[in-house]
């Protein structure tokens, strides 16, 4: 291993060769992005989200403490796993509290269309998760840059590393998909 890598792909390379201990480590240097992450999404949900950033974070840190021998390839990998944890765990609550409402229906709201900056309109989960899924079954590479770049926060180049493709397709890919969705979620798309 190269003695130039940053702590935390030392700390993602220990953990993926078994010390247990380095995932204690690496949480301290990731957090506050984790929680910076967690507070966005759950400001897409309103007023009425009843999840703290706190606990969003922590159920991540739980399911990351479930992993089987993970093998981390970098930071950029590390945090697309994480924007994957992120929004399973907002669907599973949005699931829930849908549930408790008896059979309410959720209605879908516009899904905005500048996604990295936090908007005023609220974001129905449940229907951008089923939308991405849908994505996923024609596309799933853009289904894949929308939940890293949207959940994860990661960048072009980053989310590039991670499919093992290039900047610019990553930013068409992000392009297209956002269109798609949009029009998917506005009920313009069958």
């Not at 010390?19 to 999404?41: E, F, Q, T």
């Not at 924007?83 to 209605?107: C, E, F, N, P, Y």
């Not at 974001?123 to 596309?139: G, Q, V």
């Amino acid at each position: 291993m190269p003695t130039n890598c940053s702590p935390v792909t030392e700390l993602l390379r220990r953990w993926s060769q078994g010390d247990k201990d380095a995932l204690d480590s690496l949480m301290p240097l990731i957090y506050d992005d984790l929680r910076r992450l967690a507070h966005y999404y759950l400001q897409q949900e309103g007023n009425a989200q009843t999840l703290q950033s706190t606990a969003l974070v922590h159920e991540v840190y739980l399911r990351l403490c479930g992993q089987q021998d993970p093998s981390w390839t970098g930071r950029a990998h590390f945090f697309a796993v994480a924007a994957k944890m992120i929004r399973r765990i907002l669907v599973d609550h949005a699931r829930t509290k849908s549930a408790a409402k008896r059979g309410g229906k959720i209605q879908p709201q516009p899904l905005d269309e500048t996604l990295t900056v936090p908007a005023q309109s609220n974001i129905d989960m449940l229907a951008l998760n089923d939308a991405l899924e849908e994505l996923a079954t024609f596309d799933k590479r853009k289904s894949q840059v929308v939940e890293m770049r949207f959940f994860g926060g990661l960048a072009a180049k980053d989310i590039a590393d991670v499919l093992g493709t290039t900047e610019p397709t990553v930013r068409r890919d992000w392009n297209i998909a956002r269109a798609w969705l949009y029009r998917r979620l506005q009920g313009e798309v069958e």
